[in-house]
């Protein structure tokens, strides 16, 4: 065995490659201290260029302050910076402060500093070569700093293999800059690469905390253009924190969190602290598998916030995480609140594209060839059409036989909930009979659950936002009128977001109300199952719910939330015990609902108990209900989404009507 190396000083260069393996990770890392220090000189225009997704060149051209020669010369040296003054770590009030970035990017790449000062007659220009510095020259420059990295890790090629495709590499660039994009919002933004289209942000004048709606437009440049159409407001402060900006309504939501943006005293930030806050306070309202669209900005005294803790400043370490985090949920679930039913414009737009038939025809000529196909053994008959568009189509002539089966129907009996039929299809029938050419629907052609047109809904119930209640279609779904459209409600999950916020409303009030059971039900379970709900029973009554041991294997429940009241006490019992399982508590554990990891999971132990208590499909309504659980939607916060995240209603306009045929 060879004896151990003596401790001898590293090298410069190579103490700066060293360095580079944290601070230069890929060629975003780069792109974002190179934009940072554009920031801080107080640019007002940064222009960034990249190709082969950074690896070959990085240009980032701004018209900050710029340096002088003298200054130029240090900036390449490690640890050497104009932004921390007084030198003291917790006041932090710039987005750079190491010192580390131009010497670690110029120890694995080539590069080019060009720089001038407004003062300056001329400009400075430096080249650092795989870490050696060469001198300073005069070059000519307009104001600001112009800086070229080329042959990124050439230096350090093993660096090189694991980098990811020049596609997923200018993706993660797009996205360095959107982020910073979105915390500087009065900062002018562009990005080109080789064969894609510019990215272009540009400056929003008066742009600030004091502006909301000049950083919306910037969130809606940033997330896209529909957002400003399904974003809320957000503004709140507690105890020396400040949190503005906007959040997403639940039903507009992504498949991937990385629409989520943060920013803490002007950095941006993907804080797991801050992440879980917004995942709790969308926990509720939005499916495990969604994330929501926002961009909210923390304001706060520099003293309150570390951000000299994560190699990249990504990650932020708050004095008071837990005020932070309420902060978070608090001012979301504000804002939520408010919104009330809203759901996303998104959720109609998808009802659209599900409505328009896959084929390029009009939607009733598809329906006419889809039934002369069937009628005609899969051939359609070309006289049909011709007949139809030459007048000479009679309802009931052989070339589109009624189906067996049907039959006329009275004069004055009525189906659905449209307005009288036209008789235009036969020019030459009796007028008189306002159903000419209809035929009486048969169970496959059913009429409305419910049809409300005998009830002349009063003209305010059409002002409501989800209208005047007009029909109920399978037993399922409520459509509703409105001034300029139609609302088709989801009465199951409707009732279900009703019932779970009374719920909530009355645990937050001192206790959820219980009805005792006339005969106790025992429901029968492994014996470990039943342990485990007897151990859970003091702060489940808290609940509502009342249950105790009934000997091995079994519980005895006496009572259950008057919400719930007529609900199945087994699954009732059974959805409360998975959700005590999907906390991970131990059992016996005393306050387990309130201290530990369950207590956490209050709402979503209630959203398990609220799907029994709700309104079920194939449940026929009375016209007053049907209206009064549109009223109860109205005035119930986050009533457009279920508790699982599915919306509850699809609202369309008239325009989206009469898009679908072809009217617009």
Known sequence: MSAPAPVRRLDPVLVDRIAAGEVVERPASAVKELVENAIDAGARSVAVTIEAGGRRLIRVVDDGAGMSADDLVLAVERHATSKLPGGD????????????????????????????????????????????????????????????????????????????????????????????????????????????????????????????????????????????????????????????????????????????????????????????????????????????????????????????????????????????????????????????????????????????????????????????????????????????????????????????????????????????????????????????????????????????????????????????ARAQLHETYIVAQTRDGVVIVDQHAAHERLVYERMKRERASGGILRQGLLIPDVIEMAPEAAERLAAAAPELERLGLTLEGFGPGAVLVRAVPAALAGASVRDLVADILDALDASGVEEGGAGALEDGPLGRRLDAVLSRMSCHGSIRAGRRLRPEEMNALLRAMEATPNSGQCNHGRPTYVALGRHDIERLFGRR
């Open 89 to 468: 770590l917790t006041r932090i009030d710039t987005l750079g402060f190491r010192g580390e970035a131009l010497p670690s990017i110029g120890a694995v790449s080539r590069l080019s500093i060009t720089t001038r000062t407004a003062e300056a007659e001329s400009g400075a220009a430096l080249v650092v070569e795989a870490g050696l510095r060469g001198a300073v020259r005069p070059a000519p420059a307009a104001r600001g700093t112009r800086i070229e990295v080329t042959d990124l890790f050439s230096a350090t090629p093993a660096r090189l293999k694991f980098l990811k495709s020049d596609r997923a590499e200018s993706a993660a660039v797009s996205d360095i800059l959107r982020r910073l994009a979105v915390a500087q919002p009065a900062i002018r933004f562009t990005l080109t690469s080789e064969g894609g289209t510019p990215l272009v942000l540009p400056a929003l004048a008066g742009a600030g905390p004091d502006d909301p709606a000049a950083n919306l437009a910037r969130l809606a440049q940033v997330l896209g253009s529909d957002f400003s159409e399904n974003a809320l407001p957000v503004a709140m402060a507690r105890e020396g924190f400040s949190l503005t900006g906007h959040v997403g309504l639940p039903t507009f939501h992504r498949g991937a969190a990385n629409h989520i943006h943060f920013t803490v005293n002007g950095r941006p930030v993907r804080d797991r602290l801050l992440l879980g806050a917004v995942r709790g306070a969308y926990a509720d309202t939005l499916r495990s598998d969604r994330h929501p669209v926002l961009g909210l900005a923390i304001a706060c005294e520099p003293g309150l916030v570390d951000v000299n803790v994560h190699p990249a400043k990504t990650e932020v370490r708050f004095r008071d995480p837990g005020l932070v985090r309420a902060l978070v949920v608090s001012a979301i679930h504000e804002a939520l609140r408010r919104g009330g039913a809203r759901a996303s414009t998104g959720v109609a737009a998808r009802t659209l594209d599900a409505l328009r038939p896959s084929s390029g025809l009009p939607l009733t000529q598809h329906a006419l060839t889809q039934h002369a196909l069937t009628q005609h053994g899969g051939a359609a008959s070309p006289s049909l059409f011709k007949a139809a568009r030459t007048g000479a189509f009679r309802p009931g002539t052989p070339s589109l036989a009624a189906p067996s089966g049907f039959r006329r129907p009275a004069p004055n009996q009525a189906y659905g909930f449209g307005e009288a039929a036209q008789a235009a299809f036969d020019p030459a029938g009796d007028l008189s009979d306002p159903m000419a050419g209809l035929a009486e629907p048969t169970a496959d052609l059913a009429p409305p659950a419910a049809d409300l047109r005998s009830l002349d809904a009063a003209e305010d119930a059409l002002d409501h936002p989800l209208g005047a």
